[in-house]
């Protein structure tokens, strides 16, 4: 197997050999036993998804019993009528939900799929896509759930109190090590904290101080001017472009999030879809459906390594033409594909040539492919090379191929809040303009970020050098402490994570037993992602982010290690359980039938 105890797996080679050549379709008929096994797993991922929203609500009425209880007097009206507005809502997730899975229990030839119009009011069936959820509206939502809120701003209230109650805890009760040594450690979120401190340093001196009229006025949409044609001179140098990248055709957002949104918005309409290789990076099914309203198709890959699948995950171009043909049978419409390169969470980073396949089959299908480099400069194996797509002479369709970027992951400054979208289509960038009315960045962010991105010399001299010798210090740490908890997980050079297997900690190897797994982690006080925020199509993976401070990761894989013990420990017990009752049921003569039963 390509992940291994020993993390002794390599980056997957870029010999063109690891993917297939472009394709026609696959002619591979959809049988019953498929649309059977289909339907089996969302089955599993409706009961999942249910006992997600179950143990949620428990959660919440203890967390409400225990404010009520003991801090009566600081408890206003508003707060108790915002604390039983989130249990109505969620109480009615359960309710809404139950009927929707019951109804979806259909003929394998009938699609579960609900092309209605989502803005015009009518009932809305839950999507069954793995890790998405949507919820039905209905005159008792309005009349049960809410005093103040419409049926679209209910389901955006449920939708993100299911994504992000893990983050909001971490909020409200952090890991610090003088004053909250009790506190949540986050290695969920792929944040970078490792260089704060060389960040901080830069951006406090005198060049960044300037403060000018023009910055503190309304700007540009597209973002300043001398921020834009720096983003340009940035990406031609660090991508490697043929020839200079054009500032015209650069937008700045208030983050990649927003340009993804955004640009949802812009090549979609409500129902129509992307194409997604899973695991994919969750917040995407969020911003997706937050204001565009778009769907997700998972391409699954899978882990184990076959003739076909040289290496864990492997895309191929077979696997996005059966997704395509999938989603054309259940009459979805697919405007594009997405691509993450480096990976997230997987950690692979993809070839020239395995990338060229990827555009040319969506040439072939006339698709525009989203590619998300947010990673490019967190390549810290060097026997990697990252090759972007903007690096490439010919792409096959300029005018459909767009690609973001940010500061976020790679210069550890999330809190900038800065996306930037290149695209070589002057159509897509006017439109993706309009969005900075409501997602622009402040012009004094502007400014600093302008002074960073333009000092090549601290980055290639002082910053980029330490960054990556910390990515490889703390990558080499969480490693060997896997190897020697002999936890399975993909060895891979990029990234701030690791995908780490926890399959044998499992037992059924179930989503379920993944969340109370998850469940498990939470009580130690330690935040790491679930393979069903990725929508994996297996249970048992989860992502660890290793971009944290020394001190902090030996705290958390201690208490990561903890957790592992007690799991051990309980599925031991479960065995010899299991192993007695089955020795007594043995044992046991069998009762003899009533004369009643040996007459007939």
């Known amino acids: 197997s390509a992940w291994s105890l020993s993390a002794g797996s390599s980056q997957p080679g870029e010999a063109s050999g690891n993917t297939q050549g472009t394709s026609g379709p696959s002619h591979t008929p959809h049988t019953p036993c498929v649309l059977m096994r289909d339907q089996a797993l969302r089955y599993r991922s409706i009961h999942t998804q249910l006992m997600e929203m179950v143990l949620t609500l428990r959660q919440t009425v203890e967390d409400h019993i225990m404010q009520l209880t003991t801090r009566p007097q600081q408890q206003d009206g508003q707060a108790i009528r915002e604390q039983e507005a989130l249990l109505g809502r969620l109480l009615f997730q359960i309710i809404s939900f ?64 299911l994504s992000f109650r893990d983050y909001d805890t971490y909020q409200g009760n952090k890991y610090h090590k003088d004053k909250n040594t009790l506190g949540y450690i986050n290695l969920g979120t792929s944040e970078n904290k490792l260089c704060t401190d060389l960040l901080a340093e830069r951006l406090s001196q005198s060049d960044m101080t300037y403060i000018d009229e023009d910055l503190l006025q309304y700007t540009d949409w597209t973002g300043h001017p001398f921020l834009r044609k720096e983003v340009a001179r940035f990406l031609t140098f660090y991508c490697k472009t043929p020839e200079f990248l054009d500032p015209e055709n650069v937008v700045i957002l208030n983050g990649c999030s927003a340009v993804f949104s955004a640009l949802a918005m812009v090549l979609c309409d409500p129902g129509e879809a992307f194409l997604v290789p899973t695991p994919f990076y969750g917040g995407f099914a969020f911003s997706t459906h937050l204001y565009s309203k778009v ?30 043909l999938g989603a054309k049978i259940e009459g979805k419409k697919v405007r594009g594909l997405v691509l993450i390169n480096p990976q997230n969470p997987l950690g692979d980073v993809y070839s020239q040539d395995s990338m060229m396949e990827y555009l040319e089959f969506a040439k072939k299908y006339n698709l525009h492919v989203i590619v998300d480099e947010m990673y490019m400069l967190s390549v810290f194996d060097e026997a990697i090379t990252f090759h972007s797509v903007l690096s490439m002479k010919s792409l096959p369709d300029p005018n459909k191929t767009h690609v973001i970027w940010g500061t976020s ?3 550890c400054i999330s809190g900038f809040r800065f996306g930037a979208l290149y695209t070589h289509n002057r159509e897509v960038a006017s439109a993706m303009s309009s969005f900075g009315y409501l997602h622009s960045i402040s012009g004094i962010a502007q400014y600093k970020l302008r ?50 297997n926890l399959k044998q900690y499992l037992d059924p190897c179930t989503f379920e037993e993944e969340l109370l797994l998850h469940r498990r982690f939470l009580d130690h006080k330690l935040i790491l992602s679930p393979g069903k925020t990725f929508m994996c199509k297996e249970p048992g993976w989860f992502r660890l982010i ?11 894989m201690r208490r990561f290690q903890q957790v592992l013990v007690e799991q051990e420990q309980e599925r031991r017990v479960k065995q010899l359980e299991d192993a007695m009752k089955e020795e007594v049921s043995a044992s046991q003569p069998e009762t003899p039938a009533s004369p009643a039963l040996r007459k007939s």
């Open 409 to 411: 992951k790679d210069f």
């Open 546 to 556: 290793f971009a944290a401070r020394p001190h902090l990761l030996r705290i958390a």
């Open 98 to 161: 139950l009927p929707a899975g019951a109804q979806s229990f259909q003929p394998p030839c009938t699609s579960t799929d609900s092309r209605g119009d989502v803005g015009g009011g009518q009932p809305v069936q839950t999507s069954r896509q793995t890790g998405q959820m949507f919820y039905q509206e209905s005159d008792f939502e309005n009349t049960v759930i809410s005093y103040d809120l419409s049926n679209r701003g209910i389901d955006i209230s449920a939708l993100y109190d």
């Open 451 to 500: 002074q960073l991105l333009q000092d090549r010399e601290w980055i290639d001299n002082i910053y980029l050098p330490s960054y990556h010798l910390q990515l490889q210090e703390a990558h080499r740490y969480v490693t060997h402490k896997l190897k020697a908890f002999k936890v399975p997980f993909l060895n891979r050079g990029s990234g701030l994570y690791v995908w780490i």
């Open 295 to 324: 769907k997700l198709i998972p391409v699954h890959l899978e882990s184990q390594v076959t003739e076909a699948n040289g290496y864990p995950f492997q895309l191929t171009v077979d696997k996005l033409e059966q997704a395509l």
